[in-house]
């Protein structure tokens, strides 16, 4: 946590424009769901029990499990992006572009613990959601100081070593 307020305190806009690039994923998740959902929803939705009425509990397959893919696709680009590009933007002075290319290239080298961290993230967030958001108090933590030990298994990082580097001034 130091290191987070450290950056933020020097001015280093990395974090802020990785942000903003993650919020126009965002965007862009939302515009292609409303899409899809508007069109290919049998009835109009305008609330939340529509869509629950119309689209998840519906018996026949199809809209929901779409709209599951969809979500999938467009979220799996965001996490190779972000994996390891969060803590290294926190950690080092790299640019973004370095940051998410290290990023990329984790998930490709472990794609098997890497999916299975993506869906136990969604597995977590889920939970929180469910509990009336009360649960991320307690999953956004525990996501977080897993995701830095993650970062530092995938970059070979050792705690000394980012220790020294926060030292130095270095993250």
């Known amino acids: 946590m130091p290191e987070v307020i450290a950056l933020w305190r020097s001015g280093d806009g990395r974090l802020v424009r990785f942000g903003l690039l993650l919020g126009l994923a965002g965007t862009g998740w939302v515009l292609t769901s409303a899409?899809?959902?508007?069109?290919?929803?049998?009835?109009?939705?305008?609330?939340?029990?529509?869509?629950?009425?119309?689209?998840?509990?519906?018996?026949?397959?199809?809209?929901?499990?779409?709209?599951?893919?969809?979500?999938?696709?467009?979220?799996?680009?965001?996490?190779?992006?972000?994996?390891?590009?969060?803590?290294?933007?926190?950690?080092?002075?790299?640019?973004?572009?370095?940051?998410?290319?290290?990023?990329?290239?984790?998930?490709?080298?472990?794609?098997?613990?890497?999916?299975?961290?993506?869906?136990?993230?969604?597995?977590?967030?889920?939970?929180?959601?469910?509990?009336?958001?009360?649960g991320l108090i307690v999953t956004i933590p525990l996501v977080a100081h897993a995701s830095w030990h993650a970062y530092c298994d995938l970059t070979q990082r050792t705690t000394s070593q980012l220790h020294s580097s926060a030292d130095k001034g270095g993250g």
């Open 35 to 134: 899409a899809l959902i508007t069109l290919y929803s049998p009835e109009p939705i305008h609330k939340p029990v529509d869509f629950l009425r119309h689209v998840v509990l519906v018996r026949e397959i199809g809209l929901f499990e779409v709209w599951l893919l969809l979500g999938a696709l467009l979220a799996a680009p965001v996490f190779a992006s972000s994996v390891v590009a969060i803590p290294m933007l926190v950690d080092t002075s790299a640019p973004i572009s370095v940051a998410v290319a290290d990023s990329w290239r984790a998930v490709a080298n472990h794609p098997g613990p890497m999916a299975f961290w993506a869906v136990l993230i969604g597995i977590l967030v889920g939970v929180g959601m469910l509990t009336a958001l009360l």
